[in-house]
Protein backbone atom coordinates (compact mmCIF):
# COMPACT_ATOMS: atom_id res chain seq x y z
CA UNK A 1 0.00 0.00 0.00
CA UNK A 2 1.30 3.60 -0.94
CA UNK A 3 1.95 5.28 2.46
CA UNK A 4 0.32 8.32 3.59
CA UNK A 5 1.99 10.83 6.41
CA UNK A 6 -0.95 13.41 7.48
CA UNK A 7 -0.28 16.00 10.59
CA UNK A 8 -3.24 16.73 12.25
CA UNK A 9 -4.86 19.19 15.30
CA UNK A 10 -6.88 21.88 15.56
CA UNK A 11 -6.21 25.47 14.20
CA UNK A 12 -2.79 26.79 16.09
CA UNK A 13 -1.61 23.50 16.96
CA UNK A 14 1.33 23.96 14.99
CA UNK A 15 0.56 21.89 11.96
CA UNK A 16 2.03 24.04 9.69
CA UNK A 17 5.43 24.47 10.58
CA UNK A 18 5.94 20.72 11.66
CA UNK A 19 4.27 19.59 8.22
CA UNK A 20 6.88 22.00 6.81
CA UNK A 21 9.77 20.91 8.85
CA UNK A 22 8.60 16.82 7.72
CA UNK A 23 7.99 17.88 4.21
CA UNK A 24 12.17 18.59 4.06
CA UNK A 25 13.01 15.25 5.41
CA UNK A 26 11.06 13.45 3.75
CA UNK A 27 11.18 15.57 0.43
CA UNK A 28 7.73 15.17 -0.54
CA UNK A 29 4.94 17.36 -1.13
CA UNK A 30 2.00 18.69 1.00
CA UNK A 31 -2.24 19.01 0.43
CA UNK A 32 -3.94 20.62 2.25
CA UNK A 33 -7.27 19.05 3.94
CA UNK A 34 -8.70 22.41 4.85
CA UNK A 35 -11.77 23.26 3.30
CA UNK A 36 -11.78 26.91 3.33
CA UNK A 37 -8.26 27.43 2.65
CA UNK A 38 -9.41 26.13 -1.31
CA UNK A 39 -10.97 29.13 -1.70
CA UNK A 40 -9.16 32.24 -3.64
CA UNK A 41 -8.82 35.74 -1.56
CA UNK A 42 -9.56 34.25 1.75
CA UNK A 43 -6.54 34.01 3.46
CA UNK A 44 -6.36 35.54 6.81
CA UNK A 45 -9.45 34.51 7.92
CA UNK A 46 -8.56 31.00 6.84
CA UNK A 47 -5.27 30.81 8.50
CA UNK A 48 -3.74 29.80 4.87
CA UNK A 49 -0.30 29.50 5.03
CA UNK A 50 1.72 32.55 3.74
CA UNK A 51 3.94 32.13 0.53
CA UNK A 52 7.44 32.61 2.53
CA UNK A 53 6.31 30.03 5.03
CA UNK A 54 5.98 27.34 2.86
CA UNK A 55 10.02 27.48 2.12
CA UNK A 56 9.57 26.14 -1.16
CA UNK A 57 7.32 23.39 -0.32
CA UNK A 58 5.02 22.80 -2.64
CA UNK A 59 1.28 22.64 -1.31
CA UNK A 60 -1.94 21.43 -3.38
CA UNK A 61 -5.44 22.59 -3.33
CA UNK A 62 -4.99 25.65 -1.79
CA UNK A 63 -6.79 28.88 -4.08
CA UNK A 64 -8.11 26.64 -6.43
CA UNK A 65 -11.84 27.54 -6.12
CA UNK A 66 -14.47 30.78 -6.21
CA UNK A 67 -15.90 31.49 -2.80
CA UNK A 68 -18.97 31.24 -4.85
CA UNK A 69 -18.39 27.64 -5.28
CA UNK A 70 -19.14 24.37 -4.09
CA UNK A 71 -16.16 22.33 -2.04
CA UNK A 72 -17.82 18.99 -0.66
CA UNK A 73 -16.15 15.82 1.07
CA UNK A 74 -16.56 14.13 -2.21
CA UNK A 75 -14.59 16.89 -3.80
CA UNK A 76 -12.00 16.69 -1.83
CA UNK A 77 -11.79 12.59 -1.52
CA UNK A 78 -11.19 12.82 -5.33
CA UNK A 79 -8.95 14.99 -5.93
CA UNK A 80 -6.59 14.58 -2.95
CA UNK A 81 -6.83 10.87 -3.55
CA UNK A 82 -5.50 11.91 -7.43
CA UNK A 83 -2.54 13.64 -5.93
CA UNK A 84 -1.40 10.90 -3.50
CA UNK A 85 -1.85 8.50 -6.62
CA UNK A 86 0.32 10.85 -9.03
CA UNK A 87 2.68 11.36 -6.04
CA UNK A 88 6.30 9.27 -6.40
CA UNK A 89 6.95 10.61 -2.78
CA UNK A 90 4.95 9.59 0.17
CA UNK A 91 2.06 13.23 0.32
CA UNK A 92 1.56 14.67 3.58
CA UNK A 93 -2.02 15.46 4.45
CA UNK A 94 -2.19 18.59 6.54
CA UNK A 95 -5.41 19.67 8.63
CA UNK A 96 -8.77 18.93 7.73
CA UNK A 97 -11.83 18.02 9.37
CA UNK A 98 -11.63 14.36 10.59
CA UNK A 99 -14.69 13.45 8.06
CA UNK A 100 -12.38 15.09 5.14
CA UNK A 101 -9.73 12.83 6.36
CA UNK A 102 -11.61 9.44 6.75
CA UNK A 103 -12.86 10.28 3.61
CA UNK A 104 -10.18 10.02 1.72
CA UNK A 105 -7.48 7.33 3.79
CA UNK A 106 -10.38 5.04 4.27
CA UNK A 107 -12.52 3.11 2.00
CA UNK A 108 -15.31 5.86 2.58
CA UNK A 109 -18.68 4.88 0.71
CA UNK A 110 -20.97 7.73 0.86
CA UNK A 111 -24.45 7.46 1.14
CA UNK A 112 -27.01 8.11 -1.38
CA UNK A 113 -28.51 11.14 0.00
CA UNK A 114 -24.71 12.55 0.25
CA UNK A 115 -26.35 14.16 -3.59
CA UNK A 116 -26.91 17.82 -3.92
CA UNK A 117 -30.70 17.10 -3.10
CA UNK A 118 -32.01 18.83 -0.08
CA UNK A 119 -35.08 18.12 1.71
CA UNK A 120 -37.36 21.12 0.92
CA UNK A 121 -39.19 22.01 4.19
CA UNK A 122 -36.04 22.26 5.85
CA UNK A 123 -35.31 25.15 3.74
CA UNK A 124 -37.59 27.71 5.69
CA UNK A 125 -35.23 27.44 8.97
CA UNK A 126 -32.21 29.26 10.27
CA UNK A 127 -29.01 27.74 10.97
CA UNK A 128 -29.31 27.76 14.72
CA UNK A 129 -32.96 26.42 13.87
CA UNK A 130 -31.34 23.75 11.81
CA UNK A 131 -28.64 23.13 14.25
CA UNK A 132 -31.23 22.18 17.07
CA UNK A 133 -32.69 20.14 15.11
CA UNK A 134 -30.48 17.68 14.24
CA UNK A 135 -28.93 17.81 18.03
CA UNK A 136 -32.50 16.60 18.56
CA UNK A 137 -32.22 13.69 15.87
CA UNK A 138 -28.53 12.96 15.51
CA UNK A 139 -26.37 14.25 18.58
CA UNK A 140 -23.25 12.48 17.30
CA UNK A 141 -23.29 14.72 13.68
CA UNK A 142 -24.52 17.47 15.31
CA UNK A 143 -20.78 17.21 17.68
CA UNK A 144 -18.94 17.33 13.55
CA UNK A 145 -20.36 20.42 12.45
CA UNK A 146 -20.57 23.55 12.85
CA UNK A 147 -23.96 25.99 13.54
CA UNK A 148 -23.22 28.27 10.52
CA UNK A 149 -22.41 25.20 7.90
CA UNK A 150 -25.68 25.24 6.46
CA UNK A 151 -25.07 22.76 3.53
CA UNK A 152 -24.05 20.08 5.59
CA UNK A 153 -26.72 20.64 8.53
CA UNK A 154 -29.50 20.06 5.76
CA UNK A 155 -27.59 17.52 4.01
CA UNK A 156 -27.15 15.63 7.69
CA UNK A 157 -31.06 16.08 8.63
CA UNK A 158 -32.49 15.02 4.70
CA UNK A 159 -30.43 12.11 5.48
CA UNK A 160 -31.73 10.96 8.81
CA UNK A 161 -35.84 12.22 7.67
CA UNK A 162 -35.39 10.17 4.50
CA UNK A 163 -33.89 7.03 6.09
CA UNK A 164 -35.52 7.85 9.03
CA UNK A 165 -32.15 6.90 10.57
CA UNK A 166 -29.30 9.31 11.81
CA UNK A 167 -26.59 9.92 9.51
CA UNK A 168 -24.06 8.79 12.36
CA UNK A 169 -26.04 5.40 12.90
CA UNK A 170 -25.27 4.88 8.88
CA UNK A 171 -21.71 5.78 8.81
CA UNK A 172 -20.81 3.85 12.13
CA UNK A 173 -22.29 0.85 10.38
CA UNK A 174 -20.58 1.26 7.30
CA UNK A 175 -17.19 -1.28 7.65
CA UNK A 176 -14.29 1.45 7.15
CA UNK A 177 -10.89 0.21 6.12
CA UNK A 178 -7.90 2.17 4.92
CA UNK A 179 -6.66 2.35 1.43
CA UNK A 180 -2.93 3.33 2.16
CA UNK A 181 -0.56 2.79 4.59
CA UNK A 182 -1.16 5.50 7.15
CA UNK A 183 0.89 7.38 9.52
CA UNK A 184 -1.21 9.94 11.50
CA UNK A 185 1.03 12.56 13.64
CA UNK A 186 -1.69 14.94 16.18
CA UNK A 187 -0.23 18.11 17.20
CA UNK A 188 -1.28 19.16 20.43
CA UNK A 189 -0.36 21.13 23.86
CA UNK A 190 -1.96 21.48 27.10
CA UNK A 191 -5.56 22.70 26.49
CA UNK A 192 -5.46 26.13 28.03
CA UNK A 193 -2.16 27.28 25.99
CA UNK A 194 -3.54 26.19 22.74
CA UNK A 195 -6.52 28.42 23.72
CA UNK A 196 -5.02 31.19 24.62
CA UNK A 197 -2.82 31.02 21.14
CA UNK A 198 -6.32 30.62 19.13
CA UNK A 199 -7.12 33.74 20.59
CA UNK A 200 -3.51 35.24 19.70
CA UNK A 201 -4.52 34.20 16.08
CA UNK A 202 -7.60 35.69 16.31
CA UNK A 203 -6.43 38.90 16.91
CA UNK A 204 -3.23 39.25 14.61
CA UNK A 205 -5.98 38.30 11.70
CA UNK A 206 -7.84 41.70 12.92
CA UNK A 207 -5.02 43.47 12.82
CA UNK A 208 -3.58 41.84 9.72
CA UNK A 209 -6.64 43.13 8.18
CA UNK A 210 -9.25 40.33 8.17
CA UNK A 211 -11.78 43.35 7.69
CA UNK A 212 -10.52 44.67 4.74
CA UNK A 213 -10.51 40.98 3.23
CA UNK A 214 -14.30 40.14 3.70
CA UNK A 215 -15.09 43.49 2.27
CA UNK A 216 -13.16 42.89 -0.46
CA UNK A 217 -15.19 39.62 -1.29
CA UNK A 218 -18.01 41.22 -0.44
CA UNK A 219 -17.54 43.79 -3.14
CA UNK A 220 -16.18 41.22 -5.63
CA UNK A 221 -20.48 40.09 -5.52
CA UNK A 222 -19.83 37.01 -3.11
CA UNK A 223 -22.23 36.85 0.11
CA UNK A 224 -22.45 35.37 3.16
CA UNK A 225 -24.56 32.74 2.08
CA UNK A 226 -21.67 31.44 -0.30
CA UNK A 227 -19.76 28.51 0.30
CA UNK A 228 -16.34 30.48 0.76
CA UNK A 229 -17.88 32.68 3.64
CA UNK A 230 -19.93 30.17 5.82
CA UNK A 231 -16.62 29.53 7.38
CA UNK A 232 -15.61 30.33 11.03
CA UNK A 233 -13.77 33.62 10.49
CA UNK A 234 -16.02 34.52 7.92
CA UNK A 235 -19.60 34.03 8.99
CA UNK A 236 -19.63 36.43 12.10
CA UNK A 237 -18.80 39.47 9.80
CA UNK A 238 -22.55 39.11 8.70
CA UNK A 239 -23.53 41.25 11.96
CA UNK A 240 -21.37 43.52 11.71
CA UNK A 241 -21.22 44.16 7.88
CA UNK A 242 -25.79 44.26 8.14
CA UNK A 243 -24.54 47.00 11.36
CA UNK A 244 -26.05 44.58 13.51
CA UNK A 245 -22.99 44.29 15.76
CA UNK A 246 -20.22 46.11 16.77
CA UNK A 247 -16.49 45.62 15.64
CA UNK A 248 -15.05 44.71 18.91
CA UNK A 249 -17.37 42.16 19.17
CA UNK A 250 -16.53 40.08 15.70
CA UNK A 251 -13.14 39.40 17.22
CA UNK A 252 -14.89 37.88 20.27
CA UNK A 253 -17.39 35.97 18.24
CA UNK A 254 -14.68 34.36 15.85
CA UNK A 255 -12.85 33.05 18.62
CA UNK A 256 -15.31 31.60 20.60
CA UNK A 257 -16.20 29.30 18.19
CA UNK A 258 -12.68 28.65 17.27
CA UNK A 259 -11.75 27.32 20.45
CA UNK A 260 -15.15 25.40 20.39
CA UNK A 261 -14.34 23.30 17.43
CA UNK A 262 -10.97 22.90 18.68
CA UNK A 263 -12.74 20.60 21.30
CA UNK A 264 -14.80 18.66 19.04
CA UNK A 265 -11.97 17.87 16.64
CA UNK A 266 -9.43 16.60 19.47
CA UNK A 267 -12.64 14.65 20.30
CA UNK A 268 -13.41 13.36 16.93
CA UNK A 269 -9.82 12.42 15.61
CA UNK A 270 -9.43 10.60 19.42
CA UNK A 271 -12.44 8.38 18.68
CA UNK A 272 -12.06 8.03 14.83
CA UNK A 273 -8.74 7.85 13.83
CA UNK A 274 -5.65 5.86 14.98
CA UNK A 275 -3.51 9.05 15.96
CA UNK A 276 -0.22 9.61 17.36
CA UNK A 277 -0.72 12.41 20.07
CA UNK A 278 2.55 14.59 20.50
CA UNK A 279 3.22 18.00 22.41
CA UNK A 280 4.37 20.30 19.92
CA UNK A 281 5.79 22.27 22.72
CA UNK A 282 7.80 19.61 24.19
CA UNK A 283 11.37 18.81 22.53
CA UNK A 284 11.85 15.65 23.36
CA UNK A 285 7.90 14.68 22.00
CA UNK A 286 8.74 16.57 19.05
CA UNK A 287 12.21 15.00 18.32
CA UNK A 288 10.34 11.43 18.84
CA UNK A 289 7.62 12.09 16.63
CA UNK A 290 10.23 13.01 13.84
CA UNK A 291 12.09 9.95 14.29
CA UNK A 292 8.78 7.65 14.78
CA UNK A 293 7.84 8.65 11.29
CA UNK A 294 11.31 8.07 9.15
CA UNK A 295 11.21 4.97 10.74
CA UNK A 296 7.98 4.50 9.34
CA UNK A 297 8.43 6.25 5.99
CA UNK A 298 11.51 3.92 5.48
CA UNK A 299 9.96 0.72 6.61
CA UNK A 300 8.95 -1.24 4.09
Same mark, same amino acid.
Given at each position: MKKVLVIAGPTASGKSSFSIEIAHILKTEIISGDSIQVYRGEDIGSGKIKEEEKEGVQHH??????????Y?? $???? !????? &?????? %?? =??? *?????LYLKSCLYDYEFLEEEGPSIEESLEIYSNMELYQKL???????????????????LRSLTIALRSGKPQS???? $???? !????? &?????? %?? =??? *?????INQRVHQMMEDGLEK???????????????????????????YFAKNRPKEDVEK????????????HYTWLK???????????????HQKMIEEIILWAKND
Open positions: LLDILNPNEQTV $KTFQ !EMARK &IINELE %TI =PII *VGGTGLEVDPLQAEKIHPNNRRRLEQIA $KQKH !EPIYD &IFIAGC %TM =PRE *VLYEKEVQTLLEKGYTFDDPGLRGIGYQEWKEEIAKPSRNYAKRHQMPVKWFDVLDQEE
